[in-house]
């Protein structure tokens, strides 16, 4: 502390004046008499009662001091009694965590020695003081409501990383994450912590007892008969996990909760407190006395009227007062005992923060009679316990705890000087004061009064066969609507009072946001701008240290109400100056991105890395946006100088349990509820685990000065005459719009990065508990059926039954009240407006930044991301409760996100693999969703039909399953018994998440299939490559599908039991969806551009047709030969291969055969026809096998029953343990197969057509006849006549120049990738037609 006892060591301001009382009128004191009875009356004396009135001396100036310091000193306990030890406690006073001996494992210890995080797997630590007789409190400020035991150990325990407090004989402690208490065994005890809850320690010694409390109410005895006795003495102590935290408070501040008897480990500052309270009542007794110098009296009057008017009585009388009252409230205890509590009082009459004067007026008085270091400590300290006790205040209905503490911040912040102070050395350095803008969530529902606020709760009660609600208001009962309508009108009750909070949340940014208060030095905006940005490199950087990260719960609300200030500061400066663009069409300008005004800290820009990106475009940038890069600069922008820091840094540490982290230059953000300055880091190996934080790097020279974060002033950041400021180098593209305040560009541009680190990952982290009430309506709707089935005669199961009835029913009570919370402080629909215009912001800086042609490498690339990201945010996270298609604009804005998806996924300027495969999935779950398909094919035909040429690039070289998968979504619908949104066998299961884009209903798109055909049938060239790498990747993934389901079946058949690897399961049916997904294109370029196979004109269309047909032969014959192995792992049903079946496959095969032999002209048929049969793969009965025909014709060769006969009827366990049907073994295999339904097309009537099956008729016949003419026309060939390389092909064309021989479709496809001979790596430069010569 700055200041202790008196305070005099430090000079004081001195305001006596001399008695000179003949010139009242000069000096403007008034007469002796009236004085004397003003300083009576504001220094009454407390031995001399109203009769002694008269007798008492006059009191002046000259004898105030000492007259002060009597009253004072009354009371005052001797010097003897204030220095006796007190009896049943043994330790140093102030009590503090024992950081030097009493810990095990890796913990970081706040600088007040009150506050610990967890950093190893269990570590404890005990405290400085012990205590072996008498009634004893301390309180524990749960800060994360982790795994944790709190109570008491004496010095023999020993704890390790596994063995806490409460795992050893003499140790005792309470766990509220898992409600239990531990004494050695464990029992269940007590309610749940959350973070925000202080829990009371309480030992009684006397009678041998421990109890413990949760937010002041009594958890009941925990433990009895506790050991007692000689050299048994008893510490606090705290056993916490990994990250998790806490604060301490033995007394060093007033406990929240004090239990009558029972008394703190450190003794509350009795004497200072008892001066403090007469000093602030003499502060009050100034106040609401005024002096009437004409009448000569003194007029009594209202405190909150009472203004500094500089009346030299009034303020000499005050600065006696403060002489001793300074000192004081340099000291947290009396600061939130006295100090706090007394400011609370003058703001409860109500009314707005404006209307308390009073409260501005003792802040000017503070400034002006304290020393500054006084004023400093005093304003930190009543900061950190105005925090303290928002935060750690339980939620009540009306939120009162929250208000009243917010209400007296905002009365602080609205004092100039004092919020600039706040600003530069406290709200950010020293604590973590996003915390005022959260609200936190009560987990226990009926203490926070959510029964009372909402007592009709309300779920859905309808379910369609895919578990999505699908109640349409028509379809409800009177009783549901009533109760809907109830439990609307409780939730509308509960937002209103959530937003008072949130209000005044935003008032408060507002005013750290005041451009205007210039008086006293820079205006709050730009200090806060500064600030603000230092959180973000923080929370930022990969290196940052784990407490150091603000908690994403507080991101979330922060980034809300920073929204909302942000937007309302904007919107005023734009009303002023009509022609600035409103905050609805904001956007962050281009240049920010490159001319480094802004520090975007080692953020991945979407051109790769900053200083590769300065080398390589510093022409364009000198060019376009007149900017010239430092030639040194980017030399020193090397990756091996960072790291070399790094370990310089590192080396220069020191070590140990004692060591000093300098590192933590800022609160960290799990431990104590406000300090964190230098936290120690403790650790029983000695290792220190602190890493060096990077200095801000100096950003780019332009061709004005630029500075770093902290040395920026107002005229750098908003420009003067002719200067720029953040808008330097502005490109020839960008529009020359006058913006609002240039500041507020930079913060918006924080917001977006913010919502980016961690605020999208949180809102998906909460739409878990309408997930859970979800879970739970079905579950209760399924046991009300039950009973409703349950016979009479079973009265046990009707008993369970209702049990289970009752427990889902209370626990979708309590979940419906929490989700109300959530849904009024997260997902509403003010917070829904704000996610968008997010999305708008995102997006319009885009489309400006792309307009700048190669500079466009220097956007970051989270501005992508947060465009994706909340866009899913809106369609996923905010519905049912608020629709997107309510959103003002909102079809325009999918538009333009539609072109930024469709643009950027194969843009040449972004470099970033992950950022690209990021825009791929987006563009890939957008084309799965009508409204969001239809918003693609509105964007310009130019981008779309750029679009599907970079769709349509050769499968080799890039990432190729996603756009496969794009072009798949864009044909379903259309291709043959493709209009399923579920497979016909998983119909029976329940999807794992409804709303996943492939379990959304088949939409296909004309208009992107009519530019695909006519892509494919101009660019010849382009077409021949795309179908070679769609047929080399089929070949690919069919032949990896093949080699994994031998292996799992070798597996199944092995007498022991075996697991198979969960991850194996996993790629083989990725290989088998990517193997239907790629038959189902080439079913769709098959049927929208025929010629490419069929036109024998068109280069490589029959090399193309033979590989075609050679694939789908291998395909057919894999899947339908009978018994066979694709068969046997379909019937293993594993879990991880469901979606390995038939139907699929063999769906996908047979649209493509039905094309080319069905529905083409006479030539292509007969074309299609002749390469088909002549394939040496070609079976006939594969064909036949569809229709369910030849089953019996084919039989069971004698190989396929010898395989199936090694097998025993074992039941086989499949990746989960799961017991899976075992393989039918040979005796059972004639019934089996009898009794199996065979796979037919004509089993799916509902999947298939009735037109589709006549096709598949007609190809059957068709074929039939076409082979058994071959097989009469076809001569045999001897061996020597066939092509050397396939064997299964008469020679048909020789080489040049070598003459080496081959059939056509060898040498096509060797030359597709290779132009040396086979035989001699001679290089061919033809091929000809080769006809045997005719026997002489």
């Known amino acids: 502390m700055s200041s202790k006892g008196g305070g005099t060591a430090l000079t004081r301001r001195n305001y006596r004046l001399a008695s000179d009382t003949d010139k009242p009128k000069a000096t403007g004191i008034v007469n002796e008499k009236l004085l004397s009875d003003y300083l009576h009356h504001v220094f009454p004396s407390t031995k001399q009662g109203p009769a002694l009135a008269s007798l008492r001396k006059p009191l002046g100036f000259q004898d105030l001091g000492a007259h002060l310091e009597r009253l004072l000193s009354e009371g005052e306990p001797t010097e003897d009694s204030r220095d006796q030890p007190v009896e049943g406690r043994l330790g140093p006073q102030p009590v503090v965590l024992d950081h030097t001996s009493g810990f095990e494992g890796l913990l970081f210890v706040d600088d007040d020695l009150l506050g610990v995080i967890g950093h190893s797997n269990f ?101 009895t008969n ?34 009558d008897g029972y008394v703190p480990l450190q003794n509350p500052p009795t004497t200072d407190l008892m001066k403090a309270h007469k000093l602030l009542g003499y502060i009050k007794n100034v106040l609401s006395t005024s002096i009437d110098a004409q009448e ?58 404006d209307e308390h004067q009073l409260i501005q007026q003792l802040l ?95 779920w859905p009660t309808h379910f369609d066969k895919e578990g999505k609600d699908e109640r349409e208001p028509k379809d409800e009962s009177a009783d549901e609507r009533l109760r809907r309508r109830a439990y609307e009108r409780g939730c509308q009750r509960l937002k209103k009072r959530i937003e008072v909070v949130e209000e005044l949340q935003v008032q408060i940014l507002k005013l750290l946001l005041n451009n205007k208060d210039k008086t006293t030095g820079e205006a709050s905006r730009y200090i806060f701008l500064n600030k603000f940005r230092k959180f973000l490199q923080e929370n930022a950087s990969n290196r940052g240290h784990p407490t150091a990260l603000c908690p994403p719960e507080y991101m979330v609300c922060f980034l809300h109400r920073l929204i909302t200030a942000v937007r309302a500061s904007w919107d005023d400066s734009s009303r002023k100056s009509p022609s600035n663009i409103s905050s609805e069409e904001a956007y962050v300008p ?19 890395l900053l200083s590769h990106l300065k080398k390589s475009l510093k022409d364009d940038l000198a060019s376009k946006a007149n900017i010239i890069i430092d030639p040194a600069e980017i030399q020193a922008t090397s990756m091996d100088d960072l790291d070399e820091d790094e370990e310089s840094g590192a080396a220069q540490r020191p070590f140990g349990a004692a060591a000093m982290g300098g590192a933590l230059a800022r609160p960290s953000w799990l431990s104590s509820p406000t300090l964190g300055r230098a936290n120690r880091f403790l650790s029983t190996a000695a290792v220190s685990l602190m890493t060096p934080r990077r200095p801000l790097t100096q950003p780019e020279k332009v061709k004005v000065r630029t500075l770093a974060v902290e040395q920026r002033t107002e005229e750098d950041i908003e420009g003067s005459h002719g200067n720029d400021g953040l808008l330097l180098g502005r490109p020839l593209e960008e529009p020359d719009q006058l913006m609002a305040d ?70 979708l009570n309590h979940l419906c009240r929490r989700l109300a919370w959530i849904n009024a402080t997260i997902y509403s629909k ?45 369609k996923n996270y905010f519905s049912p409760a608020n629709s997107m298609e309510e959103l003002p604009g909102y079809e325009e804005t999918l538009t333009q996100l539609a072109a930024i998806l469709a643009k950027h996924f194969a843009d040449p300027r972004i470099v970033g693999t ?305 017991t899976v049907a075992p393989v039918i073994p040979s005796a059972a295999a004639s019934a089996g197969t009898s009794e199996r339904k065979h796979f037919s097309l004509q089993a799916y009537t509902d999947y298939i057509s009735e037109e589709e099956k006549q096709k598949v008729e007609l190809m059957l016949t068709f074929l039939t006849e076409e082979s058994k003419q071959a097989a009469a026309s076809t001569a045999p060939t001897s061996e020597e006549d066939l092509c050397p390389i396939c064997y299964a092909h008469s020679i048909s064309a020789v080489f040049k120049p070598c003459s080496h021989k081959s059939c056509k479709a060898c040498i096509n496809q060797h030359l597709m990738n290779n132009k040396d001979c086979f035989f001699c790596k001679a290089t061919i430069t033809g091929v000809e037609d080769y006809s045997k010569p005719a026997a002489s």
């Open 590 to 608: 281009p240049q920010l991105f490159y001319n480094g005004k802004v520090d975007y800290f080692d953020l991945q820009r979407l051109g790769g």
């Open 914 to 1218: 992950d950022i690209k495969d990021s825009l791929m999935q987006a563009l890939a779950s957008y084309v799965c969703y009508p409204q969001s398909l239809r918003a693609v094919e509105r964007i310009p035909e130019e981008q779309r039909v750029a679009m599907m040429r970079n769709l349509l690039a050769p499968y080799e070289q890039r990432p190729w399953a996603q756009t496969n998968w794009i072009l798949v979504r864009l044909w379903r619908g259309c291709g043959f018994g493709y209009r399923y949104t579920r497979l016909p066998h998983l119909l029976k299961t329940k999807p794992e998440d409804a709303n996943l884009p492939s379990l959304q209903k088949p939409c296909p798109s004309l208009l992107l299939q009519r530019h695909m055909a006519e892509l494919l049938s101009v660019d010849k060239d382009m077409a021949a490559s795309f179908l070679n790498s769609v047929l080399n990747q089929l070949n690919w993934a069919f032949s990896e599908f093949i080699g994994m389901i031998q292996e799992i079946q070798q597996a199944a058949e092995r007498p022991e039991r075996n697991f198979v690897d969960t991850r194996q399961l996993k790629v083989c049916a990725t290989c088998f969806d990517l193997s239907v997904s790629l038959l189902r294109v080439l079913e769709m370029t098959v049927t929208l551009v025929p010629e490419i196979f069929l036109d024998w004109s068109r280069p490589s269309a029959e090399l193309l047709l033979r590989r075609l047909a050679q694939l789908l032969n291998q395909v057919l014959n894999r899947v339908t030969a009978e018994k066979n192995l694709f068969d046997r792992v379909v019937n293993l049903r594993l879990p991880g291969l469901e979606s390995v079946d038939h139907y699929p496959i063999l769906v996908a095969v047979t649209g493509i055969l039905v094309r080319i032999l069905v529905d083409g002209d006479r030539q292509g048929i007969s074309r299609a026809a002749s390469v088909l049969l002549s394939d040496p793969c070609f079976q006939l009965h594969s064909i036949q096998h569809l229709l369910g025909e030849g089953a019996d014709s084919s039989g069971s060769s004698g190989s396929a029953a010898a395989v199936t006969s090694t097998s025993t009827a074992r039941p086989v366990v499949g990746s989960l343990g799961s």
């Open 296 to 353: 000569e009296r003194l007029v009594e009057t209202d405190c909150s009227a009472w203004r500094l008017h500089g009346e030299p009585t009034v303020l000499v009388t005050l600065a006696h007062i403060f002489n001793h009252f300074a000192p004081l409230m340099c000291k947290v205890y009396l600061v939130e005992d006295v100090l706090m509590n007394f400011l609370l009082g003058i703001l409860e009459g109500g009314g707005s923060v």
């Open 123 to 223: 570590s404890s630590i005990r405290a400085t003081t012990c205590v072996y007789k008498g009634k004893w409190a301390y309180e524990v400020l749960i800060s994360s409501q982790g795994l944790m035991q709190i109570g008491w150990c004496t010095l023999n325990c020993r704890f390790n990383q596994e063995e806490g407090v409460g795992d050893t004989p003499d140790s005792y402690a309470y766990d509220g994450n898992r409600v239990r208490k531990w004494n050695v065994t464990t029992t269940n005890y007590g309610k749940s912590w959350a973070a925000g809850d202080i829990v009371s320690c309480l030992i009684d010694l006397d009678e041998g007892t421990i109890t413990f409390c949760l937010n002041g109410q009594s958890l009941g005895t925990a433990f």
């Open 830 to 874: 003010e917070k829904m407006l704000d996610v968008y215009w997010l999305l708008c912001v995102c997006i319009r800086t885009i489309e400006h930044a792309d307009n700048t042609g190669s500079l466009f490498a220097f956007a970051p690339e989270f501005y992508l991301s947060v465009a994706m990201n909340a866009y899913s945010a809106l």
């Open 742 to 811: 240039k500041s507020l560009l930079e913060i918006v541009d924080g917001i977006v990065m913010m919502y980016n680190l961690s605020v999208h990952q949180q809102l998906g982290k909460m739409v878990v508990v309408s997930d859970d009430v979800h879970e739970y309506a079905v579950a209760l709707k399924d046991t009300e059926e039950k009973i409703a089935r349950c016979p009479a005669r079973r009265p046990d199961i009707l008993d369970e039954l209702q049990k289970s009835q009752k427990v889902f029913a209370e626990k």
């Open 226 to 259: 506790i050991k007692m006795g000689p050299g048994v003495a008893y510490f606090p102590a705290i056993s916490l996990s990994f990250k998790e935290s806490v604060a301490f408070n033995f007394g060093s501040r007033p406990l929240r909760y004090p239990v």
């Open 364 to 458: 000017d008085l503070f400034w002006l009679l304290m020393e500054d270091y006084e004023v400093n400590e005093c304003l930190k300290q009543l900061m950190m316990s105005l925090l303290r006790a928002y935060r750690f205040s339980p939620i009540i209905p009306d939120l009162g705890f929250q208000i009243h503490y917010l209400r007296l911040t905002t009365a602080i912040l609205h004092h100039e000087k004092s919020r600039k102070y706040l600003l530069n050395n406290v709200l950010f350095d020293v604590l973590r004061s996003v915390v005022f803008f959260y609200i936190k969530t009560p987990l226990r529902v009926k203490e926070a009064g959510l029964e009372e606020l909402i007592p009709t709760t309300w």
